[in-house]
């Protein structure tokens, strides 16, 4: 027996141990863990998980166990993923601290900011959220405004974020701000934590999505201060943090898939398989989107062999962020016609099914619109020239 | 089971390319194509896959072969779409080595398996009707005193035109079972009809009239027949996958480098974003055929029970996608992309024949349908 296959025993017998049942099964919107101070736990069940994967470090399989992390080979965590899924284990911790800070940090950060702030975002005690967008920086963030003026050996910041997912529940706040309006716009950005936003000056305040969920809020900041050391990076060189982070956010929605039970298993479900062989285009629209999903997921397969053998996607994770976002509204708004009246009733049995679709169309522009990934792809992978 | 290939399936892979890339395979096609010579096409680089060992790939090593896996042969198949390359690979190598390996007959296993490694061309004559239909065979074969009697007509044969002997299915007038008949392509009352496809290939029929047949013919006479017809078919088309893979890819990039190097209005094409977007989308699309191929691959060899399955996804969207990829190919280099001078269109060809073989997109939308209980 390799070692691989002894983690594999050992791993599986863990979560056989230890992870509750009702942290298993197909995973809902209501059963993420997004943790942090003013967390309240669904149940027992979700704050348990969340201790016992946390106390392994699997939350962050592959952080340094010095952090907290799991310390886990890329192989070893491929295994967990592996042997979480093949139980449907819940994902423990829903986190941008653990997608995009922590990279940034293990990157990019001093040992302080580290050993500061990496093992409370394993252990899910401080949520943070990213300031990036502004009302006047979108797709073409690097023109972003809000300004952070040294003085002394503080910060002193002030203007305005919106699109922050979840800002107004968010403790902390990682932001792209304006450190030198007097460079060129890639070189006057730095890449700052303000690590709690009960400081005098920050305001945040939630902003509806079609579906009606306040996901994301606008934060202003008025004349905040923070400390020097809340730096991450050298000072103007922001840009190639955020640049270091894109990748791993654009991986990070592409890889997600969030209900996985198969479009034709659901039509049969709901229609049986006599009402749907009665109208053949609904069914031939069915078989066709199934088998492009399906086939969708052979490349997240082979990108994940790939990533487990130490081959990263680097710019090709636009295109999973690309695939993943535009095939699930696809799938959704095609669940809905499923569905018929029933999907659209939001007080009836299927009514989450509309709110899926919905949910689905803000994926393809959070993150960089699907626009923007073919522009990366266009010129990151096949270099063609131009702009 | 990992969808990245191991070190030795990547050096017969680059083997593979070196050779293909190596053989002007397009120059000898537009050759013997505007000779007509039908007979030069189907043979194409037959000699040098023979000398490369790549005609037993999938043989046993008892049997002469070097006996690796799927995810190592579709890497040949590839490379010949990418190449542009012929000779009897698909039918003799893939179809007609994996129909004899399953059966249940030594003697034909000893006596052809180890031709095929060395060189000989077996092909399956198992088409009837001008859109795959597999299971409607109509030829027939009769039976007396332990003489068998074949009639019937088969069509788009591939390489029927090269084959020195044919595997063909035919049901039995006793009793309806298929049987799997290995038949010599210079038997009394054969008559063979060789036409020329898009492609340039032969398109080749076959009419099969009281030819006389002994038990030594017979292949397989029971239910697993169809079993052993399924197991070739599906191998088949996950090689078509491959064979469309490669060839759209070698046209994705010719066209990535022509929009680097054409100018129009005073700049690079490849500065447009539509192009940057189509060229974009062509190749997520591509990456996802490639995924697929090995996926299938990877499926065939290790779990039986859901190969059908996968076999038919892989043949359905990589069809697709290679039909997109090479028609856009043609578009984005204009008016030379629609001549016969130049090479974008050849790719354009061969792909579209790849996807109408062994059941187009349809077909296998329809029979993964049925697998996925619809
Ligand atoms: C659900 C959600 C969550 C988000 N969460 C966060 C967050 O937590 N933190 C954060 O900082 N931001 C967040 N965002 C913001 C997100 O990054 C921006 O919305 C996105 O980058 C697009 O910017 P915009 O909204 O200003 O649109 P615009 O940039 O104004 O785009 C408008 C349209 O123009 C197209 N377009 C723009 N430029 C080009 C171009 N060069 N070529 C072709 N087409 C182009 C776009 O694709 C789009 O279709 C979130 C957004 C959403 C929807």
């Keep these: 027996m390799s070692d691989g296959d002894s983690f594999r025993t050992e791993v599986r017998s863990w979560l056989e141990y230890n992870c509750p049942i009702e942290k298993r099964g197909p995973m809902n919107e209501t059963d993420h863990c997004f943790g942090g101070r003013r967390w309240r736990f669904k149940d027992d069940a979700q704050r348990l998980w969340l201790e016992r994967m946390s106390s392994r470090g699997w939350t962050a399989p592959e952080w340094p166990r010095q952090y907290g992390g799991g310390g886990l080979s890329p192989v070893e965590a491929q295994v967990l993923r592996e042997e979480m899924s093949r139980i449907q284990a819940h994902s423990p911790l829903t986190s941008l601290g653990i997608w995009m800070l922590g990279p940034a940090l293990l990157r990019f950060g001093t040992e302080e900011q580290k050993q500061k702030y990496l093992p409370p975002i394993v252990r899910g005690e401080v949520r943070w959220c990213q300031g990036y967008s502004e009302p006047n920086a979108g797709s073409d963030l690097v023109s972003l405004q809000t300004r952070a003026e040294l003085i002394g050996e503080e910060f002193v910041i002030n203007g305005a974020k919106i699109w922050t997912s979840y800002g107004h529940l968010s403790d902390a706040i990682f932001c792209l701000v304006r450190t030198d309006p007097s460079k060129p716009r890639h070189e006057g950005i730095s890449f700052l934590l303000i690590d709690d936003m009960t400081v005098p000056g920050v305001v945040a305040s939630p902003l509806k999505l079609l579906s009606g969920a306040e996901h994301f809020s606008q934060v202003f900041f008025d004349d905040v201060h923070v400390s020097h050391d809340n730096l991450v990076g050298v000072l103007n060189r922001g840009w190639d943090v955020a640049k270091y982070l894109l990748l791993f956010e654009r991986a990070m929605i592409g890889g997600r898939t969030a209900d996985t039970t198969r479009l034709p298993a659901i039509a049969v479900k709901h229609m049986g398989r006599d009402a749907l062989r009665a109208e053949p285009m609904l069914r031939a629209k069915i078989i066709e989107l199934d088998m492009e999903l399906a086939a969708f997921e052979a490349m997240v397969e082979r990108y994940d062999d790939e990533a487990a053998a130490g081959i990263m996607p680097g710019a090709k994770s636009s295109m999973l962020k690309y695939w993943a976002t535009e095939l699930a509204v696809r799938r959704h708004e095609l669940t809905v016609s499923v569905m018929g009246i029933d999907g659209i009733n939001l007080d009836g049995d299927s009514g989450k099914v509309a709110l899926n679709w919905l949910a689905a169309l803000p994926n393809r522009i959070g993150g960089g619109t699907s626009e923007i990934q073919l522009n990366v792809i266009a010129k990151r992978v096949l270099e063609l020239p131009g702009a | ?269 490849g500065e447009f974003q539509a192009l940057q977007h189509r060229a974009a989308l062509l190749f997520g699309e591509l990456e996802i055929a490639r995924s697929l191929v090995l996926k299938s691959a990877s499926i065939y060899d290790t779990d039986q029970a859901r190969s059908a399955e996968f076999a038919s996804l892989a043949k359905a969207r990589v069809g697709e996608i290679a039909k997109h990829v090479t028609t856009e190919a043609v578009q984005l280099h204009g008016g030379i992309g629609v001549t016969d001078d130049f090479d974008i269109g050849l790719f354009l060809k061969r792909v579209k024949v790849a996807s109408e073989r062994l059941g187009d997109t349809s077909f296998h939308a329809e029979r993964y349908a049925g697998l996925q209980g619809l």
């Excluded at chain 2, 005193?145 to 007509?153: A, K, P, T």
Aim: hydrophobic share 40%; glycine share 8%.
């Design chain 2, 1 to 269: 089971m990992s969808l990245l290939i191991d070190d030795d399936t990547r050096m017969l892979r680059d083997s593979a390319q070196r050779f293909f890339a190596g053989s002007d395979s397009v120059r000898s096609l537009r050759r013997l194509r505007d000779s007509r010579d039908l007979t030069g096409i189907a043979h194409g680089t037959w000699n040098g896959i023979v000398e490369l060992g790549l005609s037993g790939v999938l043989i046993p090593e008892q049997f002469g072969g070097s006996g690796l896996d799927t995810m190592a042969s579709i890497q040949i198949s590839e490379m010949m779409g990418a190449s542009l390359a012929t000779g009897p690979f698909l039918s003799s190598a893939v179809m007609s080595s994996t129909i004899l390996l399953a059966c249940n007959n030594d003697r034909i296993k000893n006596d052809i398996l180890p031709a095929i490694a060395s060189g000989s061309i077996v092909t399956l004559a198992s088409e009837e009707t001008s859109r795959h239909n597999p299971l409607s065979i109509s030829a027939t074969v009769g039976n007396q005193n332990g003489r068998y009697v074949l009639s019937g007509n088969k069509i788009a044969v591939i390489d029927g035109n090269i084959a020195e002997k044919l595997i063909v299915p035919a049901k039995s007038t006793d009793n309806g079972q298929v049987l799997l008949l290995l038949v010599n392509s210079d038997a009394n009352g054969i008559v063979t009809k060789v036409g020329m496809g898009i492609d340039s290939h032969p398109v080749v029929e076959i009419a099969f009239s009281n030819v006389a047949l002994g038990p030594e013919n017979v292949i397989s006479d029971d239910e697993r027949s169809i079993d052993y017809l399924d197991k070739a078919f599906d191998i088949g088309r996950i090689h078509l996958a491959a064979e469309m893979l490669g060839a759209a890819q070698e046209a994705f990039d010719r066209t990535v480098d022509y929009l680097k190097t054409r100018v129009q209005f005073g700049r690079k094409i």
